[in-house]
Every structure is written in C-alpha cells, then in structure tokens.
C-alpha cells in the first residue's frame, strides 16, 4: 500500500463549479500537509501548507484536513480555465523530514 | 520564496551517454534536493545536496549513476550517467525557502528523453 494515495483523474468540470480534490494515507504520524499545483511543462508551485488538523483559505482555495479519517482535501470555488493543471498532494512528518507526494490528479476546467 | 533556474530545460540524449543538469537559486540556500517525475507517476526523491558535503541519497539511488555536485549555497548540478531509455523523466531542483515549516520550492525542471 502506498503511503500517500491520489486519484489521478483526469477530471473534467465546467468554469465556476466547485472542485473537490483529495488524498488519502497510511500513516497517522503525518503533521504537515500541501497542496502543489502543476502545469504543464512547468515544476510544481507550493498552493497550500496546512499544520495539523483544520482548514485554511486562501481566496478560492481552501484546504482541509482530517487525521482522524486520515484524508486531506483542496477545494477551488469559482473554477476558471486557468485552474486546469496537475494538483499533487504532498505530506511529510515533521518540518525537517522529506516530502511524500501524491502521484497527483490531473484537473481540467471546460470553458 | 526562491527563484530558481534549470539548464538544460530539455535535452534528448542517446544511450551510453552523460547528461549534467544545472540548478541555481537567486539567494543562499542550505539544503538542495534533486527529485525524478516520471510520466504519470509522483515526484520521488533522488538526494539531497548540502554545501561542503557529500550528497545523501535516497534508497534505490547510488552515487555512481547519480553524481551531485553543491560548490556553493546557490548552486547544484545533477549528472545523470550512463543512460538508459528508463531515465527518461523530469529532473527537478528543489530548494527550502526559509519559513518556519520549512517549505519547499521547485524548479522549472528538466525533461530528459534518452533514444
């Protein structure tokens, strides 16, 4: 079992919809939590980096973890075009400890 | 967070043959990491490059195949050696930025095809 899983999509939704992006892991010792955006050709852009449990916004994004359920999520209201990319969720288990990525959902927003 | 720059942006080399890729940072950075995306698969982690130590590398890379130079805090080289048509992949450089979590910062990465 992977420590960190993903759908990889791809996933197609209408402009101005709400996206519903998540991950899932195996270990309970996870504490930091992100959200990397990816588009094409280009290297990954820190989104969103969450401490713990909670949800924290950043103007349509929102980004949301469960330890109990082991289960993080990222949700993009008001989608535009230019949200279509590759999100990879990435988690590590202290600040110092390497990153474990997702293998990323690919997203696309129909105009 | 840090600018960073890759060369080459993309290459396409044949078998047998080296390929050094190049990463700089516009400020001081202590850590550099060199990560391998491989087509529809998730970033995995080759070494991290500390400045005026060796290179560590992750399970299932070796020095040998992978060589990492850091002679600087804004600069790193990957070589990739002796290759094979299974390394063809991205190759990113990545750099903490210095917040208090330790976030961490990508290049634009380098896209390798080997015939």
């Known amino acids: 079992q992977k420590e960190v899983e993903q759908d990889p999509g791809p996933l197609s939704v209408p402009e101005g919809a709400i996206v519903s992006l998540n991950c899932t892991y195996s270990?309970?010792?996870?504490?930091?939590f992100m959200w990397y955006r990816q588009y094409s050709r280009k290297g990954p852009e820190l989104l969103m980096y969450?401490?713990?449990?909670g949800n924290k916004e950043d103007g349509r994004f929102t980004a949301q973890v469960d330890k109990s359920s082991k289960y993080i999520s990222l949700f993009i209201r008001d989608s535009q075009p230019s949200d279509s990319a590759t999100y990879l969720c990435?988690?590590?288990?202290?600040?110092?400890?390497?990153?474990?990525f997702g293998s990323g959902t690919r997203l696309s927003i129909r105009p | 967070s840090a600018v960073i720059s890759q060369k080459p942006s993309r290459d396409i080399c044949q078998r047998g043959t080296s390929l050094t890729i190049q990463c700089q940072v516009d400020?001081?950075?202590?850590?550099m990491f060199w990560y391998r995306q491989q087509p529809g698969q998730s970033l995995t982690l080759i070494a991290t490059?500390?400045?005026?130590?060796?290179?560590?590398?992750e399970s299932g890379f070796v020095i040998d195949k992978f060589p990492i130079s850091r002679p600087n805090l804004t600069f790193s080289t990957l070589t990739v050696s002796n290759m094979s048509p299974e390394d063809s992949s991205i190759y990113l450089c990545?750099?903490?930025?210095?917040?208090?979590?330790?976030?961490?910062?990508f290049g634009p990465g380098t896209r390798l095809t080997v015939l």
């Open positions: 990545s750099v903490e930025g210095g917040g208090i979590h330790n976030e961490q910062f």
């Open positions: 270990n309970s010792a996870f504490q930091y």
């Open positions: 969450t401490y713990s449990s």
């Open positions: 990435a988690m590590k288990y202290s600040s110092a400890s390497k990153i474990i």
């Open positions: 400020s001081q950075v202590t850590m």
């Open positions: 490059a500390n400045q005026g130590s060796e290179a560590t590398y």
